[in-house]
């Protein structure tokens, strides 16, 4: 049986990037938060990884890189909690991308994209 060779993805990753927390990742991608087993259009998603999500499409699973923002930390307090993303802090109502800080609480970040 020959299998037929894939094609070039249809699917179009530029401007989105991936935010990993301690046991929470998911994709931003054009103004939505896309997780681990998503159906869009055409391709479903079937892992988000360090720097890269996984998707089937057509039949073939495909790998595609992406930038990475990794919630380093969390500096909370009630006056000004603080989240260390990548090597920069954000606070409530920063955007990290398309993403916008809704919440910092202290073991995770709400992340709000619209």
Known sequence: MVLPKPTNPSV????????????????VLKGRIIR?????????????SAGSVAFLENGFERTQKLPRLVVKGIVHSEDLPLAVIGKEHFREGNFVGEAKISKINPHSVVFEVN
């Open 12 to 27: 179009d990753f530029s401007g989105g990037f991936i935010v990993f927390e301690k046991e929470n990742s998911f994709l």
């Open 36 to 48: 681990e087993n998503d159906v869009l259009e055409s391709f479903t998603i079937s892992k988000i």
